[in-house]
C-alpha cells in the first residue's frame, strides 16, 4: 500500500488555525510500512533542503477542521492510514523554536542563515504582505500604493538594525507616515512620528541572548495628518527604489522622478530627486570601472575555461583600446557544419562606455545565426577591421577567402579590407541596408 505525500513548509499559524505562506513541495509516492516519522524529518532537511528547527509537523484529519501535531511514529500511523485511504497526505511544518509563530509571517519560503533580510508580521488575511523576511518583488517595487499592510508587533526579528531601519522606511512610504528617529546606534532604535502631538512609536535593540534585534515596545495608533513628507526617504533611499528604471533609462530627469514620486501623494523636492539621478548614475560609472579594472582577470578566465580560444586585449598607455573574442568550440562548429558564409556588422555601444561592437555571424545547417566571433574597438575605421579580419582569417583557416562569400552594409572602410586581407571571397551587400539607403 503506497500513497503521495506532500508538504507544506515554510508558512506559519494564523489565529484563526488556517496555514499561511510557505511552500508546497511534492515528494512521490512512499509505501506505509516503511514509512517512519524520522524518515519524514529526513525528507524535510536532507531533500528538501529545510534547516534542523523547521520540525514541528502537523495535518488535518479527513472532514475536520482542527489540525493535529505529530510528534512519533504512533501519531503518524494516523495520518499514513489516511493518506492510503484517499491517495494522498499534506502535512504542514512550521518552525518548532519560533516564540512568535501565531504572530509572525515567515516569507513563503525556506529560512537560512544567509537570509538578508528577517521576518515580520503578517495580517492573516494578507500573507503577502510588504514585511518578509525575503527578498521579495516589493524590494524593488516603486509603486507607493495604498494597499493595507499590518503594523509591526512586540517580539517582531530582525537580523540587524539596519534591517530593522530599513522596513521602518518601507513602512514610512507605504503608509505614507513622516517618521523620524529619536535615538539610535549600534544597539538599539527608537523611532517616532515627527508630526506634532502623534503618539506612535516603536523601539528595538539587540536580545541579550543573540545577535538578533527584537521591538521591544510598540504604540501603533496614528492621530496624525498627512502632509506628503517622508523624512526617511532620502537620496539614497529613493535611489535603491529607483536604480534599475536609471539603469534602463539613465536620461530620466529630476523633474520626471518628482513627478513620478508626486503622483504617488509623496511630495520630495527638485534638488534631493537631482541628487538621486546623480547617486544613480555614479553607481554605475564605479561598476563599470571595477568591472574594467578586472578585463585582464576575465581574458585569464576565458582562456582558462575556453582552451585553444583567441581571447586578446590591448590596452595602451594604461587605456583599454581593443577586444577580441572567438571560442574554440564555435571555430570548430563553423568548420565541421556551417555554410561558407559570414555576416559582418558594427554597432555603436551606446551609454556609459562608448565605441563599437564588430560581431561576425555564420549560417548553420538550419539557416539559423551562427555566433562567432565578437570585438570591441574605439571607432569603425580601416584600422580595426583589419585587425578584426586579420584574427577571424586565423581562426577561421579562410586564407584568402577562395569559395567563401562575406555579407555586409556599405561601410566604406570595410570593402576596402575585404578587397586587401579576403581578395578571391565574394563581398555581398546586404539586401536590407540597401534598401535602407534607397528609401533614404
Not at 107 to 136: C, M, Q, V, W
Not at 148 to 167: L, M, N
Not at 173 to 184: E, G, Q, S
Not at 434 to 439: I, N
Amino acid at each position: 500500500m503506497s500513497f503521495d505525500l506532500f508538504f507544506q513548509a515554510g508558512g506559519y499559524w494564523g489565529r484563526d488555525g488556517e496555514y499561511l505562506g510557505g511552500q508546497v513541495d511534492a515528494y512521490g509516492s512512499h509505501i506505509a510500512e516503511d514509512f517512519k516519522f524520522g524518515k519524514v524529518l529526513m525528507l524535510l532537511q536532507d531533500i528538501l533542503g529545510y534547516e534542523d528547527n523547521m520540525n514541528k509537523i502537523s495535518w488535518f484529519p479527513f472532514g475536520s477542521s482542527k489540525r493535529e501535531d505529530i510528534e512519533d511514529d504512533e501519531k503518524l500511523f494516523s495520518a499514513v492510514h489516511y493518506g492510503v485511504a484517499s491517495g494522498g497526505l499534506t502535512l504542514y511544518v512550521v518552525r518548532s523554536d519560533d516564540p512568535y509563530i501565531d504572530m509572525r509571517m515567515l516569507g513563503g519560503r525556506r529560512l537560512s542563515d544567509e537570509d538578508d533580510d528577517d521576518t515580520a508580521a503578517a495580517d492573516d488575511d494578507d500573507p503577502e504582505h510588504f514585511y518578509s523576511n525575503s527578498d521579495s518583488e516589493d524590494e524593488g517595487r516603486t509603486e507607493l500604493d495604498d494597499t493595507k499592510y499590518k503594523a509591526f508587533v512586540v517580539g517582531q526579528e530582525y537580523k540587524t538594525i539596519d534591517s530593522f531601519k530599513k522596513a521602518i522606511t518601507k513602512y514610512a512610504v507605504k503608509k505614507r507616515k513622516n517618521i523620524k528617529y529619536k535615538k539610535t546606534d549600534s544597539t538599539r532604535a527608537l523611532a517616532i512620528c515627527a508630526e506634532n502631538k502623534c503618539q506612535w512609536r516603536i523601539f528595538a535593540s539587540i536580545n541579550s541572548s543573540s545577535t538578533r534585534v527584537f521591538v521591544r515596545s510598540l504604540h501603533d495608533e496614528h492621530n496624525c495628518t498627512w502632509h506628503g513628507k517622508v523624512s526617511l526617504l532620502t537620496n539614497a533611499r529613493i535611489a535603491e527604489m529607483y536604480i534599475e528604471e536609471f539603469r534602463e533609462n539613465p536620461d530620466i530627469s529630476a523633474g520626471h522622478l518628482q513627478a513620478k514620486l508626486l503622483k504617488q501623494n509623496v511630495n520630495v523636492s527638485w534638488t534631493i530627486c537631482e541628487r538621486t539621478r546623480l547617486r544613480c548614475l555614479q553607481t554605475f560609472d564605479r561598476a563599470q570601472a571595477e568591472q574594467l579594472a578586472r578585463l585582464h582577470d576575465y581574458v585569464y578566465e576565458l582562456r582558462r575555461s575556453n582552451p585553444n580560444s583567441t581571447v586578446e586585449c590591448e590596452v595602451r598607455q594604461s587605456k583599454f583600446h581593443r577586444f577580441y573574442v572567438c571560442f574554440a568550440g564555435l571555430q570548430e562548429g563553423w568548420r565541421e557544419a556551417c555554410r561558407r558564409i559570414l555576416h559582418i556588422d558594427g554597432t555603436f555601444l551606446k551609454w556609459r562606455m562608448t565605441g563599437m561592437l564588430l560581431v561576425a555571424c555564420g549560417r548553420d545547417p538550419n539557416d539559423q545565426t551562427f555566433p562567432l566571433a565578437w570585438g570591441i574597438v574605439d571607432v569603425e575605421s580601416k584600422e580595426n577591421w583589419v585587425w578584426f579580419f586579420e584574427h577571424l582569417v586565423e581562426d577561421l583557416g579562410l586564407q584568402s577567402g577562395n569559395g567563401f562569400t562575406i555579407a555586409s552594409d556599405q561601410q566604406k572602410g570595410l570593402i576596402a579590407v575585404v578587397k586587401v586581407v579576403l581578395p578571391y571571397s565574394e563581398h555581398r551587400m546586404c539586401a536590407r541596408h540597401v534598401h535602407g539607403c534607397w528609401k533614404k
